[in-house]
């Protein structure tokens, strides 16, 4: 089993927009899926409930518990023969990110993009590279045009720092697909929206898999 690790130290970043969608991406390529939600908000438990049964076949199964029983579910999980788990964690936790961080096969780390949000992620930075964990920075809500994506890009190289060649736009599909408990990709799968979380899911299997087909070593 493997495990992706969506880890923000800032709140409002689409943390749990990505860690879900990317989670129902893996299970529409046929992956056994659970998604660990570490956040005490409980925004992805919320999501589920509120999404319809069978919207993907073999749907995502999503667990709201403490960080303390992270092990105890990663562990049950893959006894169960399960092929991916997602861990959404909540943002200004320090110990809940190293907790996910450490058992995570990679680490994505979404971020605004404004040099200020980039500041603020240097320490979730921190803690990836700690524990030598593959990873990258995903920039979100990027707007159509301006100079914000290419300050913060010019930012993160400054900073030595792995960057996904994958923007994430400021687009409503997003919003309104987790509105719905729904994932973009479910909400309009010819949309822009659909297409960046796709190419995300794919980027993510090439590290974490080393296969450009969307990871098909289970192991």
């Given amino acids: 089993m493997k495990i992706l690790a969506v880890v923000s130290q800032k709140g409002g970043v689409g943390k749990t927009t990505l860690a879900t969608a990317l989670a129902v991406e893996a299970v529409r390529q046929g992956k056994s899926t659970v998604m660990v939600d570490l956040d005490p908000q409980a925004s992805a438990s919320f999501w589920k409930d509120t999404r319809e049964a069978s919207l993907v076949e073999g749907d995502l199964a999503i667990t709201a518990v403490p960080s303390s029983r992270l092990p105890h579910v990663l562990?049950?999980?893959?006894?169960?023969?399960?092929?991916?788990?997602?861990?959404?964690?909540?943002?200004?936790?320090?110990?809940?990110?190293?907790?996910?961080?450490?058992?995570?096969?990679?680490?994505?780390?979404?971020?605004?993009?404004?040099?200020?949000?980039?500041?603020?992620?240097?320490?979730?930075?921190?803690l990836v590279k700690h524990y030598q964990r593959p990873y990258a920075i995903a920039l979100t809500f990027c707007p159509p045009q301006g100079r914000e994506v290419a300050d913060t890009v010019q930012a993160i190289e400054a900073l030595e720092a792995t960057l996904c060649p994958v923007r994430i736009?400021?687009?409503?599909?997003?919003?309104?697909?987790?509105?719905?408990?729904?994932?973009?990709?479910?909400?309009?799968?010819?949309?822009?929206?659909?297409?960046?979380?796709?190419?995300?899911?794919?980027?993510?299997?090439?590290?974490?898999?080393?296969?450009?087909?969307?990871?098909?070593?289970?192991?």
């Fill in 169 to 219: 736009g400021n687009r409503i599909a997003y919003s309104r697909a987790q509105q719905t408990g729904r994932a973009a990709q479910e909400l309009d799968a010819s949309s822009k929206a659909a297409q960046e979380v796709v190419d995300l899911y794919k980027y993510i299997c090439i590290h974490m898999y080393n296969d450009v087909n969307g990871g098909s070593d289970n192991g």
């Fill in 75 to 126: 562990s049950a999980a893959e006894g169960a023969g399960c092929d991916l788990a997602v861990i959404d964690t909540p943002p200004f936790s320090k110990d809940i990110a190293y907790e996910a961080a450490q058992r995570a096969d990679f680490v994505l780390i979404p971020t605004r993009p404004a040099v200020l949000d980039v500041m603020a992620m240097t320490r979730t930075l921190d």
